[in-house]
């Protein structure tokens, strides 16, 4: 059995050289942040239960930002933290995974 129920890894690559990447504009980093502070209020982050973690590049940066929820390998983009707390709420607080932001 695994030590978390579900990962949330959210893509926090950035490029210098103007490339597109997850983070460029810093709302990755923003939308990181916000998301482990919900699950933590929700009281389903730790042990046993999730985890939401920073990332490097995904390889999928024409569809970024983007984030990936383990073991379940659902893949999603978002516009901004409302979806991404929406994400927590569904998918790792009650397993059903957002279909509009799905990749």
Not at 19 to 46: D, M, P, S, T, Y
Not at 70 to 90: C, G, H, L, R
Request: charged share 25%.
């Amino acid at each position: 059995m695994s030590f978390y129920q579900r990962h949330l890894f959210l893509c926090l690559n950035q490029r210098e050289n103007g490339e597109q990447a997850c983070n460029n504009g810093g709302l990755a980093e923003e939308v990181f942040h916000q998301a482990k502070k919900h699950a933590k209020k929700l009281g389903i982050h730790g042990d046993g239960q999730v985890r939401v973690n920073r990332a490097g590049c995904l390889g999928r940066c024409s569809e970024g930002p983007v984030a990936v929820v383990y073991p379940d390998a659902v893949w999603y983009t978002y516009v901004d933290a409302e979806d991404v707390k929406e994400i927590v709420e569904s998918h790792l607080r009650d397993g059903k995974p957002v279909e509009r932001l799905r990749i």
